[in-house]
């Protein structure tokens, strides 16, 4: 019985082990026009890479997508960004077409119509 148990580990720690290996993409050089192909295609990658962008998601740093004139993305236009300024001393009151709405801490003055960002308060 003892010897059975240890089989099936084995068995299973190599079939844990070979499992990438076999998973592996596989080249083929079917035609020196394929090669070619594929190094143009990987010349072009190379060309066109640009400058590194920041790694960190809009999410992260709302303030620095708001900006007086930009447009607000229709993800935010829904009422569940709303936020009634009545209730919070550092927001003045909207006028005909205002908004306050709330993203990630920062409060965002934006026109209703348009949807363009009047003003930005950082929570």
């Known amino acids: 019985m003892n010897t059975l148990i240890k089989a099936i580990i084995l068995s299973l720690s ?8 076999m998973a592996a993409p596989q080249e083929h ?5 394929h090669n070619q192909q594929q190094h143009t295609a990987q010349q072009q990658a190379k060309n066109s890479i640009k400058a590194p962008q920041h790694s960190l998601k809009k999410t992260d740093h709302p303030s620095h997508d708001w900006q007086q004139g930009h447009k607000v993305p229709t993800q935010y236009h829904g009422n569940s960004f709303k936020v009634d300024a009545s209730k919070y001393k550092k927001l ?5 077409n205002q908004q306050w709405i709330k993203v990630n801490g920062n409060y965002v003055l934006m026109n209703s119509t348009t949807y363009k960002v009047i003003k930005v308060i950082q929570g």
Do not use: F, I, R
Not at 14 to 21: D, G, N, R, Y
């Open 14 to 21: 190599s079939a844990l082990v070979a499992a990438p290996v």
């Open 29 to 33: 050089h079917s035609s020196p026009q």
């Open 92 to 96: 003045s009151k909207p006028t005909k």
